[in-house]
């Protein structure tokens, strides 16, 4: 488990070097979704363009000196791969990223211009942990796991962190679900700031491993899911994650990829904010009705905005 002063030394580390995102709010977002305000934290403004930053350099700046010269690995599907890239390079380090051969392009092509060696891979064939372990085996890097590393998950932890510091206390935080290292993150700063915050996880409907695994009190592992939230397709919890989740959160929700797009119109139209799918899922669940928002004050993860306009005008247009 990790803690506030967790989340509070992360901070300190990406203090300079992560932006401090803003708040954004919109009349027409509370009208729509019922709420007295609805606070979205615009992790799309993030470097990289996405959360995951956050979380990736407080890994690397953790690392001992010796870990950091052997270089550093890590599997995603462009995010976290983006966010470990521009770390190595900030430390002058190597890095090497498994990424899925169906990966976003504008993702692969960030993450190599970042500077990393890009090894593809096929998401629905393999097992993509076993993957890293091999890569990490045969060459002598430093994993950097996109989630199950507790220094992810404490710098992670940064996004609701700032989000109460420059709101105040929300009466409902939505996060986004994937691994679980932002949720893990948010909602242990959450639940030590404001505590009377409910808690709640978002995650694609074809993909409900974290839905299953709260039922059944364990890690249920499914199929990799197919989903246009590309960051959002994780096969099971992590293993660290979980007990953090199951413990601080209090309900996880599902949304189906046709909310995310309706999501994503209305964030680009009402709010001007550029959403990637995962990015969305969060606010998709607001303002599909699957969480009671009347009259409450509500923080939402945006989380990501890596989406090439080409797809962009696909899914809304």
């Not at 521009?86 to 993702?107: N, S, T, W, Y």
């Amino acid at each position: 488990m990790i803690t506030l002063d967790d989340v509070q030394a992360a901070a300190r580390r990406l203090d300079g070097v992560a932006h401090r995102t803003p708040v954004i709010t919109a009349q027409a977002l509370d009208e729509a979704t019922g709420a007295a305000r609805v606070l979205l934290k615009a992790e799309n403004l993030q470097r990289v363009g996405a959360f995951k930053f956050r979380g990736a350099y407080n890994a690397v700046a953790s690392l001992s000196d010796e870990d950091r010269r052997r270089g550093v690995a890590a599997v995603s599907s462009g995010n976290h791969a983006q966010a470990v890239a521009l770390a190595a390079r900030l430390h002058q380090i190597p890095a090497v990223i498994l990424m899925p051969e169906d990966a976003p392009k504008g993702k692969l092509a960030a993450t190599s211009g970042y500077g990393a060696e890009i090894v593809p891979f096929d998401r629905y064939a393999v097992e993509r942990d076993e993957l890293l372990e091999e890569l990490v085996a045969a060459r002598g890097l430093t994993p950097i796991h996109p989630y199950d590393n507790v220094h992810v998950m404490a710098g992670q932890g940064t996004t609701a962190l700032e989000l109460i510091e420059d709101a105040g206390p929300l009466d409902v935080l939505l996060v986004c679900l994937g691994g679980g290292g932002l949720l893990s993150g948010c909602a242990t700063a959450t639940a030590a700031l404001s505590p009377d915050t409910r808690i709640i996880g978002v995650e694609p409907e074809a993909g409900d491993d974290w839905v299953r695994s709260l039922a059944a009190n364990e890690i249920v592992r499914i199929d990799v899911p197919r989903t246009i939230a590309d960051g959002q397709q994780t096969p099971a919890p992590g293993e660290l994650t979980f007990p953090v989740v199951r413990k601080l959160v209090d309900e996880v929700v599902t949304v189906s990829d046709a909310e995310i797009v309706t999501a994503m119109k209305l964030l680009f139209e009402r709010a001007k904010v550029v959403a990637e799918p995962s990015g969305a899922s969060a606010f998709a669940a607001l303002l599909a009705g699957k969480v009671d928002a009347k009259g409450l004050r509500v923080g939402v993860t945006i989380s990501g905005g890596n989406v090439t306009a080409a797809r962009f005008a696909e899914l809304v247009g």
